[in-house]
């Protein structure tokens, strides 16, 4: 049979951006993985000796860190998805050894709420280590276990949501499982990642998937962006065009880093230089009519899931390469550079969202923000217009 070889670039050449590589946190603290939730909240799993616990810190901020108390359901806790909105996270909590399960918590940007549980498949692990990805729609996940008849140590498997429960867990098979230890898998579109073990070292995986879920092909090492050399690489994702993985050299430090483009910057002024806001507003502003409008809470920066299939169903009208206007509004209610903030996450939101999910499109943005002079529902939205070329 005619094996199949795929390099790096075909799994990294959807995110072929400039990006340099920033580390945002050194520690000695057991980091077991890390998740970037929207602009700037950075999710941590520490291995401690009475557990494992999710704690949180804003990007760059490191008096932020604090323990998460509203996730940590469990003894064992992990972040093992998030929805495709950009606002929910899936959190594994297990408590005992018969009592696990997948909790699903909505960040409104403040606080976590819990919305919805779902079970976790009835598994005997025969390894300490157990490791998850559920996919944003909550129909596929993969465990990385040793549930046995393993090629070697941990491996991957598979299971779906099928009649309202788990399908019993499949192997991957070979490849991507070895006689060494796979764990850490993720999907990003048509490519799982994983990390592969050996001895104390550890390097990230890429294969191409077919029907979804399926490996296909041989897996490549990813290069040396991601994986240094003679140490423990692990935890790869890529949430739009944000990747993040954790390294642990030899010294016992555990190093997080976060890569992705520099920041979008608005025209005319930022939140920042504390000018009206509404001069992002900029000339360019189309005069052509609202085509969408989206409509969220207070303080609201994430669409609802009914947002999320109106725009879905909005951008799959448009042809390919279409350029919008997209412009967030904020109401009159609160501190001045609050209504700021929201106006301008609201925009710069939508737009990686739709960089996400509809990332091959290759839609085109201009933006802007504005905080209106009346307050209520109707001045909390985000207006989507198209732009004739």
Known sequence: MKKIIYTAALFLSSAAY???????????????????????????????????YLYSERKGDQSTFKKEIALNGG??????????????????????????????????????????????????????????????????????????????????????????????????????????????PYIVNDSLFFSRKSGEQAYVYAVPLANGSQPTGQPVRLPGRVNQDNAFNAGYKRVGETEMWI??????????????????KLNVVSVLDEQPVSELATASQPSSPTLLSLSYGFNEVYMDDASAAALDQFLAKQTDGAVFWVKGYSDNKGPAKGKARVARQRAVLLQKYIEMKHGQRQFKFELGSEVLGTEGPEARKVEVRLRSR
């Open 18 to 52: 400039t990006f340099a590589q920033t580390s945002i946190k050194e520690t000695r603290e057991n980091i077991a993985d890390l998740f970037v939730l929207g602009e700037d909240l950075v999710l941590y799993t520490i291995k401690e000796q009475d557990g494992q």
């Open 247 to 264: 390294t642990r050299t030899p010294d016992g430090t555990y190093t997080a880093y976060v890569n992705g483009p520099e920041p979008i």
């Open 75 to 184: 003894a064992v806790n992990a972040v093992i998805g998030s929805g495709a909105g950009g606002n929910e996270v899936y959190v594994y909590q297990k408590t005992d050894r018969r009592d696990h399960k997948i909790v699903i918590y909505r960040w409104d940007g403040a606080n976590f709420q819990k919305t919805g549980e779902k079970p976790f498949p009835n598994i005997r692990n025969n390894s300490s280590n157990l490791g998850a990805y559920l996919s944003p729609d909550q129909n596929t996940l993969l465990i990385a276990a040793d549930l046995g008849k393993t090629q070697g140590y941990d491996d991957l498997y598979l299971s779906k949501w099928e009649g309202g429960k788990w399908t019993k867990p499949s192997t991957l098979g070979t490849p991507p499982n070895t006689r060494e230890a796979e764990f850490a």
